[in-house]
């Protein structure tokens, strides 16, 4: 299991727009035969989780397997800020190519993530709601063969996955 350590110390709060952001998916779910919430506990899911929660009147469960990756250093910075701290970092390596302190090994990320995934949905039945973020969502679509790793998610975004007898397929992206 990651260590919370660093993750989440420089993540700001939910701003305006993603308040929005949270509060028009909830909306967007409010009809929906919701079982069961479950959120990465990391603080921006966490809030959009809570947001969700509350306007669906659903209890919130938290997840850690369902977190970011944690870039240990570069935690809090923007590309550009690990552009100049890092210019030797290549890309599309997904370690950076470095020996970062704190950073979660690629491999170790999306077995976590995969993990997670499948331990979810072995506890839980009904139609799940998972607020997480972007890099998760990365590696459960690919994971379901349905998306690049490099593809950007939205904030705020709904994947509906509907399980069938044999897999899982998108209906909604």
Same mark, same amino acid.
């Given at each position: 299991?990651?260590?919370k @350590? $660093?993750?989440?110390?420089k993540a700001p /709060?939910?701003n305006?727009s +993603?308040?929005l952001? /949270?509060?028009?998916?909830a +909306?967007a779910l409010?009809?929906k035969?919701i079982s069961?919430?479950?959120? =990465?506990d990391?603080?921006?899911?966490?809030?959009t $989780?809570?947001i969700i929660?509350?306007? %669906?009147?659903?209890p &919130?469960?938290?997840?850690?397997?369902?977190?970011?990756?944690?870039? $240990?250093?570069?935690?809090?910075l923007? %590309?550009?800020?690990?552009?100049e701290?890092h210019?030797?970092?290549?890309?599309?390596?997904?370690?950076?190519g470095?020996?970062l302190?704190?950073?979660?090994?690629w491999? =170790?990320f999306?077995e976590r993530i995969?993990?997670g995934?499948h331990?979810i949905l @072995? /506890?839980y039945n $009904? @139609?799940i709601v998972?607020?997480?973020h972007g890099g998760?969502?990365?590696v459960i679509?690919h994971?379901l063969?349905? +998306?690049q790793i @490099?593809q950007? %998610?939205?904030n705020g975004?709904? &994947?509906q996955?509907?399980?069938? =007898?044999?897999?899982f397929?998108?209906?909604? =992206?």
């Open positions: 299991m990651p260590k @350590d $660093g993750m989440d110390k /709060a939910l305006e +993603g308040i952001n /949270a509060e028009e998916s +909306g409010i009809e035969k069961c919430i479950i959120s =990465s990391l603080t921006r899911a966490r809030e $989780g809570e929660s509350k306007k %669906v009147n659903m &919130l469960h938290f997840n850690e397997l369902l977190r970011e990756r944690n870039v $240990g250093e570069l935690s809090g923007t %590309v550009k800020e690990i552009m701290k210019p030797e970092i290549k890309f599309p390596d997904y370690d950076f470095l020996d302190k704190g950073l979660e090994k491999s =170790s999306t995969i993990e995934f331990e @072995d /506890a $009904g @139609d998972i607020v997480t998760v969502i990365q679509k994971h063969g349905v +998306g @490099d950007v %998610v939205p975004s709904i &994947l996955i509907m399980e069938t =007898s044999k897999d397929r998108i209906i909604q =992206s």
